[in-house]
């Protein structure tokens, strides 16, 4: 059974199917090309079809639910608060698939091992092996949750990222290690579902990449849904005690107790097993494969995107950077936006969007910034909606003319975001949002509010061809 | 009530086996010692000044290594008197809700009880039963663990899957006990698992087990019938192929003939490749040890 049959040739490989794999190999297919996809799990997706992004988007609908009826939901097991995510998952998996299928796209099960540059030694479920060549190979091969040994993650009593969902039921507590988006994230859709919540990490702030001022709202949305966020704390040990509580003690000498812990410190690139260094792809300080801006690694022929090249490791750029290395691993016409210039969005409840510099970033860049601001219990959809905590920041350059950046802390942020990216890919002035009516009542309306805030300040401000220059450059 | 060709040539034995599957108060043999323990530990929680946390700790482990409390607790905790909206799914939820005072009631019922099984018929094809639940049970937990799923059902389902297995065979050495006969025991292993299923599958729903329990108990010899709870029937189906590979002398070190075919098909949907299994197959020691250490 162990027979290798003679290797199989295609223009391009691509190794993995998560959302970044997905778009390379579709890119690549439309442009004509033989690609095989080379996935080692059953289901085709990638962690974020089935550990990630789509069932945690699951359960923080139930915690959006829950907030509006008030219903006590700590005895309702977990995989009920997760119905349907079987088959949203099932049919996600299935309409993947097809996608392939439809693209004349191969999908090959198995691991996937560099022999050298050009081709891949696949090895199986069953123990058999076969091989593939590509004169263009993509990895994509994703990421997984970092488990510092200390912290004794057992998938039991003390999770990560990949496990949390594999909770029977609601933690009464939850200690949450970390003060990244995944940490954020659960932190606060648990919190929403009634679990108490704390939330620790090393940093003074949690989402210290973000504006201060949302995760200054972050934080104040988790303490009204009774949930801490503990600065400064580096856990070194958890210990769980036999029956009910985990405890987690700290570099400073406290201890915390909770039902669960959830250890979300990182991730790290899924590159083992690809024998990297038969192929002379380098990997970063961090563990990441290294690429340039164009996603190539330091092998002519390979590239890289997705998770496993490393941060901001969301769905939505790591799709966008595998069409793009397909683009130019193919001499395609790539897009000229800089991949900086798409949006993240952040599913805390609420939620944080943003898209372009924040007010710290356009100041660095130009020397000063003028920031219209619009909260969101000045708009009357908010009113209406019960949404009236939130933020819009609008960023413009120093003369108050240029819109640079959008950051949005509320409900309804990562799709209101997009008119803020349109805006800046359509390169309008504030004056723009001023102009042009939106329907009323929306959300958008905030837009408008804090384009009328810049303007009402540009007269502190001056524009000149030098900074108006700058801007340009940089965006 | 059918029973089995070969046991219908032999009435005395029929009506033996029968009496076993009518009487509807089925309730499994529990070791004694462990409800004795299990007493012991409760008590001195509030009246020996015990140390409680120590003994919560214990007491938790110590259920969790016996089938016929982790049965009594999980039923009591699902019971009428208890049920809370949802079922109560695992052991440590069960005796945090219940409590310790809870979990001594329901270790002296089992005391009794054990007291009347005692001098049961098939001691020692029960200690077989009970020792390849608990095995199964712990490699089903490492599966579980690998593949990121939920580790205390996993090993609920494995400790619960034969329960209709330890039933029939209980009630027939009581009946046989009761009715002076002395049935082949080969004969009644079979009539056992002709009938450990449906009995398995009756007692779930009186006691109200998790579904992927009864989905284990339904289906753990064909996962593929499965049309729930699949994966975790999965993972007590391969649990037990590694557990009956492993008694195999030198065994595990590479992937078995025995293993291919359906197993290979488990694997296949569980996404576990052979280094994988390996590695589970590479904790026989410590899991056999504490396999040992429960009986």
């Known amino acids: 059974m162990n027979a290798a049959a003679p290797a199989r040739h295609f223009d391009v490989v691509v190794i993995g199917s998560g959302p970044a794999g997905q778009k390379a190999a579709i890119q690549s297919a439309k442009a004509g090309k033989r690609v095989a996809v080379i996935e080692r799990d059953r289901q085709v997706g990638g962690s974020c079809v089935h550990t990630g992004t789509i069932p945690s988007k699951s359960l923080r609908e139930h915690a959006l639910r829950q907030r509006v009826r008030q219903v006590n939901l700590m005895d309702e097991p977990i995989q009920s608060l997760l119905d349907g995510v079987g088959e949203t998952v099932a049919a996600h998996d299935a309409y993947m698939a097809a996608q392939l299928e439809r693209n004349g796209i191969e999908l090959l099960r198995g691991r996937a091992s560099f022999i050298s540059p050009h081709e891949l030694a696949l090895k199986r479920i069953d123990g058999s092996k076969g091989s593939v060549r590509g004169e263009i190979i993509i990895i994509a091969t994703g990421s997984r949750p970092r488990a510092p040994v200390q912290l004794s993650v057992d998938h039991e009593h003390v999770l990560d990222s990949d496990s949390i969902l594999s909770l029977a039921y609601l933690p009464r507590s939850l200690l949450v290690l970390g003060g990244g988006i995944i940490a954020s994230e659960y932190a606060a859709m648990f919190a929403a579902l009634g679990c108490k919540i704390t939330q620790a990490d090393q940093l003074d702030r949690p989402l210290a990449f973000l504006d201060p001022e949302l995760t200054t709202f972050y934080v104040e949305e988790l303490r009204r849904n009774g949930g801490e966020y503990i600065p400064c704390a580096e856990a070194v040990a958890t210990r769980w005690d036999g029956i009910s509580q985990v405890r987690t003690d700290f570099k400073d000498g406290r201890a915390i107790f909770a039902d669960k812990v959830l250890v979300a410190l990182g991730r790290l690139a899924n590159v083992d097993g690809l024998n990297l260094e038969a192929a002379g792809v380098a990997l970063t300080s961090r563990g990441h494969v290294q690429v340039d801006d164009q996603l190539r690694t330091t092998t002519a022929g390979i590239y890289a995107a997705g998770d496993v090249i490393g941060p901001p490791a969301l769905a939505s750029v790591s799709m966008e950077q595998g069409r793009r290395a397909a683009c130019h691993a193919l001499g395609l016409l790539v897009p000229s936006d800089p991949v900086s210039r798409l949006p993240s969005g952040v599913y805390t409840i609420p939620e944080i969007a943003t898209v372009g510099l924040d007010e710290h970033g356009a100041r660095r860049h130009f020397g000063g910034a003028v920031v219209g601001r619009a909260r969101f219990e000045e708009i009357a959809r908010g009113q209406i909606n019960g949404c009236q905590r939130g933020l819009l920041k609008l960023v413009a350059d120093p003369g108050g003319r240029r819109v640079v950046g959008v950051q949005i802390a509320g409900d309804s942020a990562t799709e209101l975001v997009h008119i803020g990216q349109l805006g800046l890919a359509a390169e309008l002035d504030v004056d723009a949002y001023v102009d042009n009516v939106f329907n009323f009542p929306t959300m958008a309306e905030a837009y408008r509010i804090a384009a009328f805030d810049i303007v009402k300040q540009r007269g502190r401000s001056t524009t000149s061809d030098i900074v108006a220059d700058a801007v340009s450059a940089v965006l | ?295």
């Open chain 2, 1 to 295: 009530m059918q029973s089995s060709a070969q046991t219908a040539a032999d009435p005395g034995l029929d009506r033996v086996l029968h009496a076993a599957l009518t009487d509807e108060s089925l309730e499994l043999p529990p070791p004694p010692a462990v409800a004795v323990e299990v007493t012991r530990l409760t008590r001195a929680d509030v009246s020996d000044g015990g140390n409680v946390d120590t003994n919560a700790a214990e007491l938790a482990r110590l259920i969790q290594r016996d089938v016929a409390l982790a049965s009594q607790v999980m039923r009591v905790a699902n019971s009428a008197l208890y049920a809370r909206r949802s079922p109560v799914v695992t052991l440590p939820q069960a005796i945090a809700w219940l409590g310790m005072r809870e979990i001594r009631t329901i270790a002296y019922a089992v005391a009794v009880q054990g007291q009347v099984f005692a001098s049961t018929y098939f001691r020692r094809e029960m200690t077989e039963l009970w020792r390849e639940s608990v095995i199964t049970a712990l490699f089903a937990q490492e599966i579980a663990r690998l593949k990121r799923r939920n580790v205390e059902s996993a090993y609920l389902c494995g400790l619960l899957h034969r329960v209709g297995f330890a039933i029939v065979l209980a009630r027939v050495g009581s009946a046989a006990l009761t009715h002076r006969l002395t049935p082949d025991p080969g004969l009644v292993l079979q009539f056992a698992a002709e009938h450990e299923a449906h009995v398995g599958a009756q007692l779930a729903a009186s006691w109200r087990l998790p579904p992927a329990v009864v989905a284990a108990i339904a289906n753990w010899r064909s996962p593929a019938m499965a049309t729930e709870s699949r994966f975790e029937v999965m993972e007590v189906a391969l649990a037990r192929q590694i557990s009956d590979e492993l008694r195999t002398p030198g065994a595990g070190g590479e992937l078995p003939d025995s293993m291919l075919g359906p197993v290979s098909k488990w694997m296949d949907e569980l996404s576990i490749y052979p280094d994988e299994l390996f590695s589970i197959m590479a904790q026989r020691a410590a899991i056999y040890a504490t396999a040992e250490s429960f009986i």
